[in-house]
């Protein structure tokens, strides 16, 4: 902000003041309040700097942690919900709690935005060959083993018919695609084969899920049988 009469500029952490008062968004004031001690000039800019370099440190702190599961628990502000997950993910990836936090959210999230943000990011715990990894996602390996733990025995029945919904028919599971990261989750599950099995041949499923249930079992039922056996399957 310029101020003529002083002819100096000032500045404000937005993200800090929204942070500290999350309902502001919504609710206001919006007269937004600027500190006069944050001068922005040659001589202060060594004191800006430092503070938004140390913006990430902030974000990774306890209070973060609890505010991004507070947003989560929102069940009435998709926005909250979104801002919660990104948040947890961003800096708090690397936290054991986050990932029972994330894997029982997943269960309970009606958003299709958000849902397929979740599987983004739980497809990270198995991992495939297309993945690009880089400084924004990986998830130190203790961690990761101790998600993925988590991950076989978090998501059942229920979640794998929610999982198969998201698969795009013009895609389906090949590299790339949002289905190769569910298939990715699924293969990665505790029964899974019998689960598949029991959803391929459910005739009360609807058809699509159906497809994809059977084509995933197949494709996981040949390395554990012989040729002749997954022929026969499919017969």
């Given amino acids: 902000m310029y101020n ?8 404000i952490d937005i993200k800090e003041l929204i942070f500290k008062k999350p309902d502001i968004v919504e609710n206001g004031s919006y007269n937004i309040p600027v500190p006069m001690e944050n001068i922005f000039s040659y001589d202060t ?45 961003t800096y708090h990836r690397n936290k054991h709690a986050t990932w029972f936090i994330i894997l029982n959210y997943f269960k309970h999230c009606n958003d299709e935005n958000i849902k397929l943000n979740l599987i983004h990011i739980i497809s990270l715990i198995p991992g495939h060959g297309d993945i ?3 400084k924004g996602n990986i998830i130190n390996e203790s961690t990761r083993k101790s998600a993925y733990e988590l991950l076989k025995k978090s998501l059942g029945e229920t979640e794998i018919r929610q999982l198969l919904k998201y698969i795009k028919e013009e895609e389906g599971i090949q590299r790339g695609s949002i289905g ?33 249930s059977f084509l995933m079992y197949l494709y996981s039922f040949q390395f554990e049988h012989t040729t002749e056996h997954s022929i026969a399957l499919i017969n």
């Fill in 4 to 11: 003529p009469i002083k002819d100096t500029i000032f500045w």
């Fill in 45 to 89: 800019f060594d004191s800006f700097y430092k503070h938004f370099i140390l913006y990430n440190d902030k974000m990774k702190d306890s209070e973060s942690f609890l505010n991004a599961v507070t947003n989560i628990s929102e069940i009435n502000d998709v926005e909250s919900q979104y801002i919660g997950v990104k948040n947890l993910f």
């Fill in 132 to 134: 690009f990894w880089h």
């Fill in 180 to 212: 190769q990261s569910i298939y990715a989750i699924i293969d990665r599950l505790d029964n899974n084969l019998d689960l598949l099995k029991k959803i391929a041949f459910d005739k009360k499923t609807d058809e699509t899920s159906r497809f994809w």
